[in-house]
């Protein structure tokens, strides 16, 4: 079952103790690649009430309070990928086998709406969910898809 949250911040606050205007932390809270660090320790402390994972470069983000491990993520404006990081970027590719390896040792993921920022919906979202979007072609060919079609997907 996919449950859906949410995180607010204070815009006003969070430029104040930044010393950063509040277009600059817009700026910094909308980009996946800055955000991700902060939403995964709070994912993992608030909601899975568990621990980020040992390092970076571990096959997934973080630990629920049973152990079970998960993958965050964020959907910007282009979209969301559900592969390992690995496969994503420049002079990278997409290995399906890697892919299903990585849904066998993993519960879920947890996929933060960052473009909503200051207000941060995120769904958390079983693995079997995007086994199944998986098996029934409603994820790209290599397990991206646009943030309309994540949306659609949890509707």
């Not at 049973?66 to 990928?81: D, F, H, L, M, N």
């Not at 693995?127 to 309309?148: A, E, F, H, Q, Y």
Request: charged share 25%; glycine share 8%; hydrophobic share 40%.
């Amino acid at each position: 079952m996919i449950n859906k949250s949410e995180f607010h911040w204070s815009l006003p606050e969070l430029a104040y103790a930044l010393k950063l205007s509040e277009v600059e932390i817009k700026e910094y809270f909308t980009d996946g690649r800055r955000v991700s660090f902060l939403l995964e320790r709070r994912l993992a402390k608030e909601v899975l009430k568990g621990k980020l994972a040992p390092s970076e470069g571990a096959s997934f983000d973080v630990f629920d309070a049973e152990g079970g491990k998960w993958e965050i993520r964020s959907v910007s404006q282009s979209g969301v990928y559900f592969c390992p990081s690995y496969m994503v970027g420049s002079g990278r590719s997409f290995d399906e086998n890697g892919f299903l390896r990585k849904l066998d040792n993993i519960k879920g993921y947890i996929v933060s709406d960052i473009t909503e920022f200051p207000k941060v919906p995120f769904w958390t979202i079983p693995v079997k969910n995007v086994r199944d979007w998986w098996t029934n072609g409603l994820l790209g060919l290599n397990s991206k898809v646009t943030r309309k079609s994540f949306l659609k997907l949890l509707s």
